[in-house]
């Protein structure tokens, strides 16, 4: 279901087809998945990231002064690979896993606008656990837009909007259960 979205294009699939319930896929992923505490730069000064990462595929990737190194596909992402692909229609090389703990972590405002991504990047953003906002603000109306992120749906970002558009996951007051989040993109 398209969403609309001035200078950008989203799709919206309330729930993706697996062949697991999704509080069982988000058990999986927790405890399947190499997770790592990365530090970033960010204006210069180096931080702790607010959540836990994990980077698979087939090419490095580079951001924020952080370069992950791949690990292959394990069995269970190469399936949460083929569902995110049959339900966008794109092929997607690596996938960037987010790990919210809590409320207390998130993303800061950003564009996934590397340049190996290509100058229009299809980004097939997948969520498992609680459910939390996800902010868009334009980067130059400052026009915001706010979409709850549920358990099991998936958001495709592309076209224009890694160009035009920043995202981020902003921290809540609210007690908030774990959350992963799994980016699927495209390395060229």
């Given at each position: 279901m398209p969403?609309?979205?001035?200078?950008?294009?989203?799709?919206w699939l309330q729930q993706l087809p697996l062949p697991w319930p999704n509080a069982e896929v988000l058990a999986r992923?927790?405890?399947?998945?190499a997770w790592r505490e990365e530090?970033?730069?960010?204006?210069?000064?180096?931080?702790?990231?607010?959540?836990?990462?994990?980077?698979?595929?087939?090419?490095?990737?580079?951001?924020?002064?952080?370069?992950l190194?791949?690990?292959?596909?394990?069995?269970?992402?190469?399936?949460?690979?083929?569902?995110?692909?049959?339900?966008?229609?794109?092929?997607y090389n690596s996938v960037?896993?987010?790990y919210y703990r809590n409320e207390r972590d998130s993303m800061g405002m950003h564009a996934d606008d590397e340049p190996e991504l290509g100058r229009?990047?299809?980004?097939?953003?997948?969520?498992?656990?609680?459910?939390?906002?996800?902010v868009l603000r334009h980067k130059r109306s400052k026009e915001t837009?706010?979409?709850?992120l549920t358990d099991g749906g998936l958001l495709l970002m592309?076209?224009?909007?890694?160009?035009?558009?920043?995202?981020?996951?902003?921290?809540?007051?609210k007690p908030r259960g774990p959350r992963i989040n799994l980016t699927f993109r495209k390395i060229r």
């Open positions: 969403i609309p979205l001035p200078d950008g294009e989203l799709g992923l927790i405890h399947e998945t530090t970033v730069l960010v204006y210069g000064k180096r931080h702790l990231q607010p959540r836990l990462s994990a980077w698979y595929g087939d090419a490095a990737y580079r951001y924020s002064g952080l370069t190194a791949p690990a292959p596909f394990t069995p269970l992402l190469e399936t949460i690979r083929a569902a995110v692909q049959e339900a966008t229609g794109r092929d960037l896993l987010n229009e990047p299809a980004i097939a953003s997948l969520s498992f656990g609680a459910e939390r906002v996800f837009l706010r979409l709850p592309s076209g224009q909007t890694q160009q035009n558009w920043l995202h981020g996951i902003n921290k809540t007051r």
